[in-house]
C-alpha cells in the first residue's frame, strides 16, 4: 500500500502476517487493522503505557485485540504509573482527566491494586541504573522498599572517588541555595540566577576533575530542571555537550552524573509538588547526584 501523498509505503496483509513480531506506534495501529489484521495478534504489547493517553491506548486494544464485544489477543501494558503522566495542554482535556492514562486508571482498582505479584501485575524489582544510595529515597517512597540495586560495576561507585564528595559512600550532594527565584515576565514560567550559577560552578568543577581516573566529559553530565525558562538560561551558560532539559525530557534516560536546579526559592513549589515528576528528576543518575535549592522550600513537599 503506497500513500502517494507522503510517499510512505506499508507492507501487505499477506506481508505483514510472514512477521512473528511487529513494531509500531499506536497511532500507526491502525494501519494493521485497515489491512484486515484483526485476531492475527496473540500478544499485544504496549510500552511507556503510563505516559500516554488512554484513547490513544485503545487504538491498538480496540482495532487489532478486538472483534465486536470479544477479546482476541493478550493484552500488556508496560510502563511506571510512579513517574510521569501523558502530557496534555488542554484544560478542556483535563476536565475529562485524560491526564490519567489507562495504566494509572487501572492500578486504582482493587484486584490490581490487591493483587500487586499474582496473576494481574508484574513488578520489575531489580534496578540496574543506579548507584544504592542515589535509588534509595524513591524506593523507600514510590515503591515499598522492594526495588533492589543490583549494578555494583566500576562505573556506578564512580561517584564515591570524586574528592569533593562529603560522605564517600554516599554519592549524593544537597547544596543548599537560598537566592532568589523570579517569574518571567508576562509569563508562567521561573527561574533563578544564583542556582544556575551554582550549576555552572559544579559543572566546570566536574569538567576538570579526574573521577577515579576517569576524565569526565560534557556528555557525563545531565542537568535536570522543572522550568523551561531555567532550562533556557543553563542553556546559554553551559558546554553544548552537556545535555539540558526539563523532567518530562529526562524520562527514561539517564546520566552518569545528574545535577537537579529545582529552581523555587518561595511558599509555592509548583512543579515540584508533583510526585511523579520529582520521582523522575531524582532516578536519572548512575553514579553521582548534585540537588540544588532552597531547603526551606523543599521541606514542605513532605
Same mark, same amino acid.
Given at each position: 500500500?503506497?500513500?502517494?501523498?507522503t510517499s510512505?509505503?506499508?507492507?501487505?496483509e499477506?506481508?505483514l502476517k510472514?512477521?512473528?513480531?511487529?513494531?509500531?506506534?499506536?497511532?500507526?495501529?491502525?494501519k494493521f487493522d485497515?489491512?484486515? +489484521?484483526q485476531?492475527?495478534?496473540?500478544?499485544?504489547?504496549i510500552d511507556?503505557?503510563?505516559?500516554?493517553?488512554e484513547p490513544?491506548v485503545l487504538?491498538p486494544i480496540v482495532?487489532?485485540?478486538?472483534v465486536?464485544?470479544s477479546?482476541y489477543s493478550?493484552?500488556?501494558?508496560?510502563?511506571?504509573?510512579?513517574q510521569l503522566p501523558?502530557?496534555i495542554k488542554?484544560?478542556?482535556?483535563?476536565?475529562l482527566e485524560?491526564?490519567v492514562s489507562?495504566?494509572?486508571?487501572?492500578m486504582?482498582?482493587?484486584?490490581?491494586?490487591?493483587?500487586?505479584?499474582?496473576?494481574?501485575?508484574?513488578?520489575?524489582?531489580? /534496578?540496574?541504573?543506579?548507584?544504592?544510595a542515589?535509588l534509595?529515597?524513591s /524506593?523507600v517512597e514510590?515503591? =515499598?522498599?522492594?526495588?533492589?540495586a543490583?549494578?555494583?560495576?566500576?562505573e556506578?561507585?564512580l561517584?564515591?572517588k570524586?574528592?569533593?564528595?562529603?560522605n564517600?559512600?554516599?554519592?549524593i550532594i544537597?547544596?543548599s /541555595?537560598?537566592?532568589?527565584?523570579?517569574f518571567v515576565?508576562n509569563?508562567?514560567?521561573s527561574?533563578?540566577?544564583g542556582e544556575?550559577d551554582?550549576v555552572?560552578?559544579?559543572?566546570?568543577? +566536574?569538567l576538570s576533575s579526574?573521577?577515579?581516573?576517569?576524565?569526565i566529559?560534557?556528555? =557525563?553530565?545531565?542537568?535536570?530542571t522543572?522550568?523551561l525558562?531555567q532550562?533556557?538560561r +543553563?542553556k546559554?551558560?553551559?558546554?553544548k555537550?552537556?545535555?539540558i532539559?526539563?523532567?518530562e525530557?529526562?524520562?527514561?534516560r539517564?546520566?552518569l552524573i545528574i545535577?537537579i536546579?529545582?529552581?523555587?526559592?518561595?511558599?509555592?513549589?509548583?512543579f515540584l509538588s508533583?510526585?511523579?515528576?520529582?520521582?523522575?528528576?531524582?532516578?536519572?543518575?548512575k553514579?553521582?547526584?548534585?540537588v540544588i535549592?532552597?531547603? /526551606?522550600?523543599?521541606?514542605?513537599?513532605y
Open positions: 500500500i503506497r500513500d502517494l501523498k510512505v509505503e506499508f507492507q501487505s499477506e506481508e510472514h512477521f512473528p513480531v511487529t513494531i509500531c506506534t499506536l497511532t500507526s495501529s491502525l485497515r489491512a484486515g +489484521l485476531k492475527h495478534f496473540d500478544y499485544i504489547f511507556e503505557c503510563a505516559a500516554t493517553t490513544e487504538i482495532g487489532l485485540g478486538c465486536k464485544n477479546i493478550n493484552i500488556v501494558l508496560i510502563g511506571d504509573h510512579k501523558p502530557v488542554s484544560d478542556f482535556a483535563k476536565h485524560l491526564d489507562l495504566m494509572e486508571r487501572m486504582k482498582l482493587d484486584r490490581y491494586k490487591s493483587d500487586i505479584h499474582n496473576r494481574y501485575v508484574t513488578q520489575l524489582l531489580d /534496578n540496574y541504573r543506579s548507584h544504592p542515589i534509595h529515597f /524506593n514510590f515503591y =515499598d522498599s522492594k526495588l533492589r543490583k549494578n555494583e560495576s566500576d556506578v561507585m561517584g564515591t570524586w574528592e569533593e564528595l562529603p564517600k559512600d554516599f554519592p544537597f547544596h /541555595n537560598k537566592s532568589s527565584s523570579e515576565f509569563g508562567t514560567s527561574y533563578n540566577d544556575a551554582l555552572l560552578c559544579y559543572v566546570n568543577r +566536574l579526574k573521577i577515579g581516573g576517569r576524565k566529559v560534557g556528555d =557525563d553530565i545531565g542537568v535536570v522543572p522550568y525558562a532550562r533556557e +543553563l546559554r551558560m553551559l558546554p555537550d552537556v545535555e532539559g526539563t523532567s525530557y529526562y524520562q527514561g539517564e546520566k545535577i536546579s529545582t529552581v523555587k526559592s518561595k511558599a509555592n513549589v509548583g508533583d510526585e511523579r515528576r520529582l520521582n523522575v528528576c531524582l532516578t536519572r543518575a553514579a553521582l547526584m548534585i535549592g532552597n531547603p /526551606n522550600t523543599l521541606e514542605v513537599i
